[in-house]
């Protein structure tokens, strides 16, 4: 069965600089999370979009962003990194509101 | 205190014995449970979920929800050491899409 897709897999990026990571849900499912999860922490809930609209928030920075296109795609940008930022981030999917699938991941490295 | 709370382990147990992982939850509006498995660096894995009161058995898995108690448990039959993971619990309500994940309970299987 098709899963999530996460590009890239692997990202070093220098202080300040920005980053996008892109997440293909799922085929037919419309809804798509992101999480961070730091060295040693649980998944953190940052932003979702269910049918290209924001649908819930969490402890996103302002320095990030997010949006869902018309193909459900879903791209996370994150500018003036920071060290702290250094994390895997998980793109999920889910059919409306149903059971979250994760992706494999973007290792996300700020030097 | 985390609204989801879990036993940080490590659970060992020997090889064919049942595992009893177990997780608390503060919040009452919780209404959707779920137990995913995280091997290191890798991403999520739902193993199982649940909405009801009582019992909810898949394979060697069995999910029991507590909502009185506010208590939700994993019980996997005859562990196998590829069950050597830390196992995550996750809590929603109905009025969120967001998951809240507990600090996951890492479970050892000695061959």
């Known amino acids: 069965a098709a899963g999530v897709i996460q590009s890239p897999r692997h990202l070093i990026k220098e202080k300040r600089e920005t980053a996008t990571l892109k997440c293909y849900p799922i085929p037919r499912h419309d809804t798509v999370y992101w999480y961070q999860q730091g060295p040693g922490q649980d998944p953190q809930f940052l932003i979702s979009f269910y049918e290209k609209m924001q649908s819930d928030k969490g402890s996103i920075p302002d320095r990030f962003s997010a949006q869902q296109f018309s193909d459900y795609h879903s791209e996370l940008n994150m500018s003036s990194l920071e060290l702290g930022d250094s994390a895997l981030y998980f793109c999920?999917?889910?059919?409306?509101?149903?059971?979250?699938?994760f992706g494999p991941g973007t290792r996300l490295t700020v030097l | 205190q985390k609204e989801v709370e879990q036993n940080s382990g490590p659970l060992s147990v020997p090889e064919g014995a049942i595992a009893s992982l177990n997780c608390t939850y503060s919040d009452r509006g919780s209404q959707s449970f779920f137990w995913y498995r995280q091997y290191s660096g890798k991403s999520p894995e739902l193993i199982m979920f649940?909405?009801?009161?009582g019992d909810k058995e898949d394979g060697r898995f069995t999910a029991q929800l507590n909502k009185a108690s506010q208590y939700v448990s994993l019980l996997i039959r005859d562990s196998q050491p590829s069950d050597s993971a830390t196992y995550l619990c996750a809590s929603r309500m109905d009025s969120s899409y967001k998951l809240i994940f507990g600090s996951g309970t890492r479970l050892l299987v000695r061959p």
């Open positions: 649940i909405y009801s009161n």
């Open positions: 999920a999917s889910s059919r409306d509101s149903d059971t979250q699938y």
